[in-house]
């Protein structure tokens, strides 16, 4: 029998983890504790359910999106097409590229709706929303690789400067890429638009048909992927500066179209140690400490 959703909070006392499936919450809430106690019963009561009513719509989530794709009828489906329809059409997306970021959004609206909370971020695997009231900051470390985490930049966020949503994508994450990024981290309105404009950016930084690129179809890993027969990289060799540089100005051009067009906040892309860093303002991303 499959388990349901499991609750638990962590030792430290303040953290509470939420997990079904492949669905896996770290959550913190900043507040009084009798604001915090109904953050989290929030949490945990809209999380109930959440997994079964995605798989309700898988087939449409995997889909491709179009200008003509049907509306989903989940809530969490709903922010999901919302963050990728931006790209229908210019690009290969389906809203599964932003359902870490589209969940985690969920979770935290439903805190907010009950508690006034000082901060608060829900974790989904790395794709983080969060929530600053007046006065508060939050400090992110952002890492090249979940396997051997190694900080690459940081950022320093405050409240009202429009950051919701970080998240990350990359060839060597837990989702599959078209790019050869290690890391590109987003920060954006919120964790569904960061989602996916993090896959957008993450599959621009490329070097086609470079030799030092491996690549297999994604259904060859992963039958039910909604990527297809599409090529997916597993390895990426050793890269000339040149090489280097060439992918990602490509991943910066694109980054620089999503801040110009309103889409994103600020991108980090890093490939093979080097790392760019694209703002709408110099105090959002710094590279890491000497």
């Known amino acids: 029998m499959r388990a349901g959703p499991q609750a638990a909070i962590l030792g430290d006392g303040g953290r509470l983890h939420l997990q079904h499936g492949p669905i896996d919450l770290i959550i913190e809430a900043q507040a009084g504790p009798e604001a915090v106690q109904a953050a989290y019963g929030a949490a945990m009561q809209r999380f109930d359910g959440l997994l079964e009513t995605l798989c309700e719509e898988l087939s449409l989530l995997r889909s491709p999106q179009t200008a003509d794709s049907p509306p989903a009828r989940g809530v969490v489906a709903r922010r999901m097409q919302a963050a990728v329809a931006p790209y229908a059409g210019g690009h290969f997306i389906t809203p599964m590229a932003a359902v870490a970021g589209a969940v985690a959004d969920e979770i935290l609206a439903a805190m907010h709706a009950v508690a006034p909370l000082r901060r608060a971020f829900v974790n989904n695997g790395g794709d983080i929303a969060l929530y600053l009231a007046e006065g508060e900051d939050f400090a992110i470390g952002l890492v090249d690789r979940p396997d051997r985490p190694g900080l690459f930049a940081r950022s320093h966020v405050r409240a009202g400067e429009g950051i919701g949503g970080i998240a990350t994508s990359g060839w ?66 050793p890269l000339t500066h040149e090489d280097i540089a060439t992918a990602l100005r490509a991943g910066e051009a694109r980054a620089r179209g999503l801040i110009d067009g309103g889409l994103i906040r600020a991108a980090a892309l890093h490939l093979a140690g080097v790392t760019t860093l694209v703002s709408t303002a110099n105090t959002l991303l710094q590279p890491k400490a000497a």
């Open 172 to 237: 060597r994450g837990r989702s599959f890429s078209l790019g050869i990024a290690d890391a590109v981290t987003v920060l954006a309105g919120n964790a569904a638009a960061a989602d996916a404009a993090a896959t957008i950016i993450a599959n621009a930084v490329d070097l086609p048909g470079h030799p030092a690129v491996h690549r297999v179809s994604a259904s060859s890993l992963q039958p039910d992927s909604d990527l297809g027969e599409r090529l997916v990289t597993r390895d990426v060799g």
